[in-house]
């Protein structure tokens, strides 16, 4: 089974910078996403960002531009940088993987999550 274990997340104040990482323990198959999400009190989990097996990427439409997400191979590590904070970027987020509409119901299998916390 997968092991997700995320990083990085810490408080931080408004207009700062974010690089959250996750280590995937094993080899992802092939036709695999990966994805991260994002949890906060008394909403739904958001899908923040992903990646697909071709290495294309694609954003949650309230990201503006705001969020990268990219892999280290060698490292099997997912990372999500996060410019410009602002206070709703606050929540925990979960890195995930899985098939297409796993990720895209936001039910693909995630790690313990890392807790962001934006502030003035």
Known sequence: QVQLRE???????IGGS????CVISEYIRS?????WFRQTPGRARQ???SMDSDGDNYYGDFVEGRFVVS???TKNTLYLEINNLKPEDSGVYYCATGDI????TTEAPVGQGTQVTVSS
Not at 7 to 13: H, N
Not at 31 to 35: E, L, N
Not at 101 to 104: A, D, L, N, S
């Open 18 to 21: 974010l690089r959250l990482s």
């Open 71 to 73: 892999q280290d191979k």
């Open 47 to 49: 899908g923040v960002a």
């Open 7 to 13: 990083s990085g997340g810490e408080s931080a104040q």
């Open 101 to 104: 509409v796993q990720v895209i």
């Open 31 to 35: 036709q695999y996403c990966m994805a």
